[in-house]
C-alpha cells in the first residue's frame, strides 16, 4: 500500500500513523516546527517525526517524483535529512540552495512494510535585507554612522565611503573583516573636517551573500562649536545725566568679553550691541548714550575667544528723560536733653535725568508738638542736584519718637517720597545715655532686648544673653549675591581720648585696618557700611581702649548679644559693652548688621 501526501503530514493506512517534516535551529531538535511552508537560511536541521514503527526513510529534495536517487536513506531512528545521533543531527547547509522556493519529499518504509509520501514546501533566503533606518552623523574630523540589523540571515554588516555617488561597493571602510552581527554603529575615524562624504551600509550573511546597501548616507565633518560661556549676572540699569549705565557680574568660564544690546522693549534681536568692539573680560559696566525720553531694556551676552557666546542674561531697564528724586535723613535720630531741642538734616536730592519739581512737604504720624519742619516753598532740582531741609525736634517727654517727612513731587514714580526721623529725649539725671532699647526704638527697629525698664540705661537683664538674644560668635553671609551692610547705630562711650572704631576680619583671625573710625561720641550715628566678606566672619569694636572680639565673646566672658529684628530674616541689632555685666548699659557702639545669619558661642562653627 502506497499513500502520497502533500502538505506538512502524512497518514499511512494501515497504521493510521501521522508523520511530518519538521525543522529546527538546533543540533538537539529543540524548538522544531514544521518544515511546510516555513523560510530557512543558513544550517538547519531536518527529521522526520515521529520515529516509531519506521523501518526506513529515503530523503528527495526538490525531486517530487522521486525520480533520482534519493539525497539519503536513513534506517536508523531518528531519521534525520543528513544523518546524525540520538542526541546530536547533522546540519543542512541551506546556501547548498538557490534562493526561492523548493521540496523535500520523503518515503517512509513501516516496519510492516508499508510506504507513505510525506512532502514539504519551504522557501530558502540566504541573502540578507538592507540594514533599516541607516542615517550618518557627522562630528570634529569624524562621521558617526548607525543603523539596525533587518535580522533574517544577516551575519554581520560593512560600510562603504566615498565623495561622490553611486558608493562603489569594493573596499568596506571596516575591513576585511564584516563588523558582528551585533554591530549597530560605525566610527569613521579617516574622515577630515570640511569634506563632504557619502555612506551606505550592507548586511553581510553566510557564504558571502551581501544585501543590497542602504540609501546614500550624506555627512560632512566640521569642527566641534566652542563651548559657549555663562550668562553675566546681576544686571543692571540706571538712568543718569544723557546716559544709562548698565553693569554685570561676569559669570567667568570661557568669557573673554562682552556685548550689550539695548531695546525699547523687553523683546530683543541680539544682532548689533550698543558697544561700537566687544568689551574686554574684565569689564563690568557701560555707559550708553541716550537722547531720546523713554524706557529703555538691555541685556548683555558674554563671548569666548572662539566667538561662542552665551545665553543672553536676564534683562534690566531704565528710564531716561524723568525725574527721580532720592529722600535722605541726614540725621536719622535727633537727640537731645529733656529739656533741650536740637535740629536735624533731610536731603532731597534729583537722581534722574530731567529738572524735578518739589512742590512742597511736611510731618506727619508723630507727636505734633515734639518736630517742626521749616517752611518749604516750592522748588526745582536739576539733575545731581540737592537741597536740605531742617526738623526741629523738641521734646515734651522722656521717650523715643518718630515722625514721617513726605516730599511731594513731580517724580512720576514716587510723587510723595517719605523718609522716617527718630527722636530720643532723656534726663541728664540717668547719665547723659539712653538705654538699648531706646536707641532701637528711635530708629523704629522692630527688636527687644528684654529690658524691663527701657527709661534706664542699665540692660536691667536676669541673665545673659536674655532670652530673645544670641550671644554671638560670628557670622556667615545670607546672600552671597548681595554685600552685608552694617549700620552703625551711636556711639556712648567715655571722654578717653580715642575715637572709637569697628572693623571685621575673618572669623578667629585677629584684627587689621578698621572699617570705621567714629568722631561722635555720645551721640546717634546712623552711618551705613557695606561689606563683602568671603565666608565666615567675625566683628570688633575698640571702645575706650579695649579692643572685642566677637570671636572672643563666650558664656563666661560676654561681650556681644545680638538681637534679631522681627520681619526682617538676616538682620540683627548687635550690642557690645566693655564690662558685659548684668547691670551695663551694652550700648557702648550698637549696630545694626543686615544679610547674615549668626554663629552663636559653643557652637564650635
Do not use: C
Not at 517727612?405 to 514714580?413: C, G, K, N, Q, R
Amino acid at each position: 500500500m502506497l499513500a502520497v501526501l502533500s502538505g506538512i503530514s502524512a497518514t499511512s493506512a494501515d497504521a493510521a500513523t501521522t508523520y511530518q517534516l519538521r525543522v529546527s535551529t538546533s543540533a538537539s531538535r529543540a524548538s522544531a516546527h514544521a518544515l511546510q511552508s516555513a523560510t530557512l537560511f543558513g544550517t538547519r536541521y531536518v527529521y522526520l517525526s515521529p520515529s516509531t514503527r519506521v523501518a526506513k526513510v529515503r530523503f528527495y529534495v526538490d525531486d517530487v517524483n522521486r525520480r533520482h536517487s534519493p539525497k539519503r536513506t536513513d534506517s536508523t531512528a531518528p531519521f534525520d535529512l543528513v544523518g546524525g545521533t540520538t542526541t546530536k543531527a547533522s546540519p543542512w547547509w541551506t546556501t547548498a540552495l538557490k534562493e526561492g522556493t523548493h521540496h523535500l519529499t520523503a518515503a517512509v518504509t513501516s516496519t510492516s512494510g508499508k510506504t507513505t509520501v510525506v512532502q514539504a514546501s519551504f522557501t530558502v533566503r540566504n541573502t540578507p535585507k538592507p540594514p533599516l533606518s541607516a542615517r550618518a552623523v557627522a562630528a570634529d574630523n569624524r562621521v558617526n554612522v548607525f543603523w539596525h540589523s533587518a535580522g533574517g540571515p544577516t551575519r554581520g554588516f560593512n560600510v562603504y565611503r566615498s565623495t561622490s555617488t553611486p558608493v562603489p561597493l569594493t573596499k568596506p571602510l571596516n575591513g576585511s573583516s564584516p563588523l558582528r552581527s551585533s554591530a549597530a554603529s560605525f566610527v569613521d575615524r579617516t574622515a577630515h573636517n570640511g569634506t563632504t562624504y557619502r555612506y551606505v551600509v550592507v548586511a553581510v550573511g553566510v557564504h558571502g551573500l551581501h544585501s543590497k546597501p542602504t540609501s546614500t548616507l550624506t555627512a560632512r565633518p566640521l569642527p566641534a562649536a566652542p563651548t559657549p560661556p555663562p550668562a553675566p549676572k546681576n544686571v543692571d540699569a540706571s538712568a543718569d545725566a544723557g546716559q544709562i549705565n548698565v553693569s554685570w557680574t561676569s559669570g567667568g568660564g570661557s568669557t573673554s568679553g562682552f556685548n550689550v544690546y539695548r531695546s525699547t522693549s523687553p523683546s530683543f534681536q541680539l544682532t548689533t550691541p550698543v558697544n561700537d568692539s566687544v568689551l574686554s573680560a574684565s569689564a563690568s559696566s557701560f555707559a550708553d548714550t541716550v537722547t531720546d525720553p523713554g524706557t529703555y531694556f538691555y541685556v548683555v551676552q558674554a563671548v569666548s575667544s572662539g566667538g561662542a557666546k552665551s545665553s543672553p542674561s536676564q534683562s534690566a531697564q531704565a528710564t531716561f528723560g524723568a525725574e527721580d528724586i532720592q529722600v535722605t535723613a541726614l540725621d536719622p535720630v535727633l537727640y537731645t536733653s529733656r529739656n533741650g531741642s536740637t535740629t536735624g538734616q533731610v536731603q532731597v536730592k534729583n537722581v534722574g535725568d530731567a529738572t524735578l519739581s518739589v512742590t512742597g512737604a511736611g510731618l506727619s504720624d508723630a507727636t505734633a508738638d515734639y518736630f517742626t519742619l521749616s517752611a518749604v516753598a516750592p522748588f526745582s532740582l536739576d539733575s545731581g542736584k540737592s537741597k536740605t531741609l531742617t526738623v526741629s525736634f523738641k521734646p515734651k517727654a522722656n521717650n523715643p519718637q518718630r515722625v514721617k517727612l513726605t516730599v511731594h513731587s513731580d517724580d512720576p514714580a514716587t510723587p510723595d517720597a517719605f523718609v522716617w526721623i527718630g527722636g530720643l529725649a532723656i534726663n541728664d539725671a540717668v547719665g547723659g545715655e539712653p538705654s538699648l532699647q531706646w536707641i532701637i526704638d528711635a530708629y523704629g527697629l522692630a527688636a527687644d532686648d528684654g529690658d524691663p525698664t527701657p527709661s534706664t540705661y542699665p540692660l536691667g537683664a536676669t541673665s545673659l544673653p536674655p532670652s530673645n538674644g544670641i550671644l554671638v560668635r560670628g557670622f556667615t553671609v545670607r546672600d552671597s549675591s548681595a554685600p552685608v551692610r552694617v549700620t552703625v547705630l551711636a556711639a556712648f562711650v567715655g571722654p578717653d581720648g580715642n575715637d572709637p572704631q569697628w572693623g571685621w576680619t575673618p572669623q578667629d583671625t585677629t584684627p587689621g585696618a578698621a572699617t570705621a573710625t567714629i568722631s561722635q561720641r555720645r551721640d546717634f550715628v546712623g552711618t551705613t557700611y557695606s561689606i563683602n566678606p568671603p565666608g565666615r566672619f567675625g566683628i570688633w569694636v575698640k571702645v575706650e581702649g579695649t579692643t572685642l572680639r566677637t570671636d572672643l565673646n563666650s558664656a563666661s566672658k560676654p561681650r556681644f548679644i545680638a538681637f534679631p529684628v522681627a520681619g526682617q530674616p538676616g538682620t540683627y541689632v548687635v550690642a557690645n559693652d566693655t564690662a558685659g555685666g548684668l547691670g551695663d548699659d551694652w550700648n557702648d557702639v550698637p549696630l545694626l548688621i543686615q544679610n547674615v545669619d549668626t554663629i552663636p558661642s559653643g557652637s564650635g562653627g
